[in-house]
């Protein structure tokens, strides 16, 4: 076995954090795998249609975010300080996040993520691009939303289903990004569909993104045997905008106000969510922060502020309304949530620690099976359109990775 390491290249990544996922993701390599950079391997496709391509041992090059790596994407929420990252609110001082160990309800794993960089097998892998999941109305306009899925064609007959969901800042949800994790744990044996879904440019808020994602649920279900899916192995991963949406999907398992649409003779339920540094309570979302960085992620009508008021909203998230509230993962836990597991950086300056700190405990309280893990030092994903070109290596290393595909095989089958 060829044991050299392979570091992450910048193709085929996107920006992540609060703007784009950007964590990679690794799993225990079967003995006589050679390990080589991801491939996607097998065949890609457009349209629903699929022709043969050359299997290669590069990282796929064809999903780097437009602009990635030279400053902050278009669509900056509003409401932001001017000359931070783009415009970006970062916060300068963030208070030490509780990591204690002494309550069955409020512990996390801490873990120091400096390790080997994640190292990948080839194998097949069959790509279909710009699938049509579903055509919602959002303010008297149609819109089409979009998948690409990849499915392993190494092993034969049903394969559990990983729908991933990219961060964005709520404004922006390019179903392109982070192409190289995502044919990684394709590579694993998993269907990996990424999605499109409505944000606030769209005029949506997030009763319409959720609706959009369990609208690609319910639509994968009703094509299982197109995409050899496992219809009853089905879990939800997103990375910052995207990690609350997989929290919310796992949350409110079995709410039907969630599910409308096409394809409601289908189940939107999910078997497992991984949450990476997602927000939850919104008026806590600068809650570890200094006054500044306070100020910019509360001001009234910012991208926050329209993710739960609406557009054109003059309000604020600052204070946990009942609207806030009900935008918040932790008040939609029952018996029917779905497990999760959850990732924190305790540097992260774009989302308070303290958010998925909070959620975590109100999981455990609540009895649904939740495990917490803080990188030690971590930041927001991969800053790399800050200047910062480290930030995204502690999240793609073996450990912290390895700890994402362990939940996966625990609860999908």
């Not at 319910?218 to 879990?235: E, F, G, M, T």
Request: neutral net charge; proline residues 4%; glycine residues 12%.
């Amino acid at each position: 076995m060829d044991m050299h390491e392979e570091k992450a290249t910048p193709q085929g990544k996107a920006r992540a954090g609060w703007w784009r996922g950007g964590a990679a993701v690794t799993v225990t390599i079967a003995a006589g795998l050679a390990l080589v950079a991801c491939s996607s391997g097998g065949t890609s496709s457009a349209g629903g249609t699929s022709s043969p391509s050359a299997k290669t041992a590069a990282c796929p090059t064809g999903a780097t975010a437009a602009g990635a790596g030279a400053g902050a994407p278009a669509g900056t929420p509003t409401g932001m300080p001017s000359g931070n990252a783009g415009g970006i609110a970062v916060a300068k001082t963030i208070k030490k996040s509780d990591t204690s160990t002494s309550t069955s309800t409020s512990t996390s794993t801490v873990i120091d993520p400096k390790g080997a960089q994640i190292r990948c097998a080839t194998s097949g892998i069959t790509t279909t691009h710009d699938i049509t999941y579903a055509s919602p109305t959002t303010d008297g306009r149609k819109s089409d939303l979009k998948l690409d899925i990849q499915v392993p064609t190494s092993t034969s007959g049903k394969k559990p289903l990983v729908i991933y969901l990219t961060g964005g800042g709520f404004v922006m949800a390019d179903r392109t990004a982070n192409l190289n994790q995502r044919t990684y744990v394709a590579d694993q044996g998993y269907v990996v569909a990424s999605i499109q879904y409505r944000t606030t440019k769209d005029g949506a808020t997030y009763k319409d993104a959720v609706a959009d994602v369990k609208s690609a649920i319910r639509y994968l279900r009703a094509n299982a045997d197109k995409y050899s899916i496992d219809p009853d192995q089905v879990a939800v991963w997103g990375q910052s905008a995207g990690g609350y949406l997989a929290a919310m999907t796992g949350a409110t398992n079995g709410e039907k106000s969630f599910d409308v649409g096409d394809n409601l003779d289908q189940s939107s339920q999910v078997q497992g969510v991984v949450d990476e540094f997602g927000p939850a309570d919104l008026s806590e979302l600068a809650a570890d922060y200094d006054t500044a960085a306070q100020k910019a992620n509360y001001a009234a009508g910012n991208s926050a502020a329209q993710w739960v008021y609406g557009p054109g909203t003059k309000k604020s998230v600052a204070n946990h309304t009942s609207e806030v509230a009900a935008a918040d993962p932790a008040t939609h836990i029952s018996s029917r949530t779905a497990p999760f597991v959850i990732f924190h950086g305790s540097a992260d300056n774009l989302v308070s620690p303290s958010e998925t700190l909070n959620l975590h405990t109100a999981l455990r309280a609540k009895g649904i099976d939740s495990t917490r893990y803080v990188l030690t030092g971590a930041g927001h994903g991969d800053l790399s359109f800050t200047g910062d070109t480290s930030a995204s290596l502690p999240w793609s290393t073996q450990e912290t990775m390895g700890h994402i595909v362990d939940f996966l095989g625990q609860h999908l089958k």
